[in-house]
């Protein structure tokens, strides 16, 4: 079946750096890639939806210039978290959609510290 | 507006009884319908899902799940829970424009199960 993987699964940073958060869909092309952040024992939340070569479409209330998102191919999609601090550690999960299909990435742990 | 509704926060079952998660939406028309599970950690795996005909839908890990349109309603159920069925449950719903549309996502409901 359809695999998208997810890089790094779990990730600590200091505050004020960045970090990128990979997600390739192996085997299919995803069309529309999704990003959410996921708070514990909490629902996803969803903060972007980006289609190949287009501009990221942001939830309101997502900084669009914190979370940088890049959807260069129709395998690859990247998040960066820009200067990222304490409050955006986070559960963050991708999510490949074509034609009606969501597969997610097995999601990646951010913590800042 | 358009919600997603797991109104059961957290249920506890015995191993081998049987299992019913509710799922209530509010949409327009009605929409494609998903349920995923959660293990702790991990991303999201794809029980079953409804698109159209036979309302009644079987899925992976002996999962299967009911579409009734007069109450709005995806109830997913299950007849034996092992114990590896310990995780989250969410009920999530996208538009029926044929396109991948952002899936809506309900609370969740933690299912555990005692030995």
């Known amino acids: 079946g359809a695999v998208v993987s997810q890089h790094p699964s779990w990730v600590i940073c200091k505050s004020g750096t960045s970090v990128k958060i990979e997600c390739r869909s192996l085997d299919f092309q995803a069309t529309t890639m999704f990003w959410y952040r996921q708070f514990p024992k909490q629902s996803l939340m969803l903060m972007a939806t980006s289609n190949e070569g287009s501009k990221a479409t942001y939830e309101q209330g997502v900084e669009k210039d914190k979370f940088l998102i890049n959807h260069a191919s129709l395998t690859l999609s990247t998040l960066t978290v820009t200067s990222a601090h304490p409050e955006d550690s986070s559960f963050y999960i991708c999510s490949a959609g074509s034609l009606l299909s969501y597969t997610f990435g097995s999601g990646t742990r951010l913590t800042v510290v | 507006a358009q919600s997603v509704t797991q109104p059961d926060i957290h249920i506890t079952v015995s191993e081998g009884a049987s299992l019913e998660l509710r799922c209530n939406y509010s949409y327009g028309a009605t929409p494609y319908l998903f349920w995923y599970v959660q293990s702790p950690g991990q991303g999201l795996q794809l029980l079953l899902k409804y698109f159209s005909g036979d309302t009644l839908v079987q899925g992976i890990k002996g999962f299967e799940a009911e579409f009734k349109r007069s109450q709005s309603s995806f109830n997913l159920r299950k007849p034996s829970v092992h114990w590896s069925d310990a995780a989250e449950y969410f009920c999530?719903?996208?538009?029926?424009?044929?396109?991948?549309?952002?899936?809506?996502f309900g609370t969740g409901t933690r299912l555990q199960v005692t030995l």
């Open positions: 999530a719903v996208v538009p029926n424009t044929g396109t991948a549309s952002k899936l809506t």
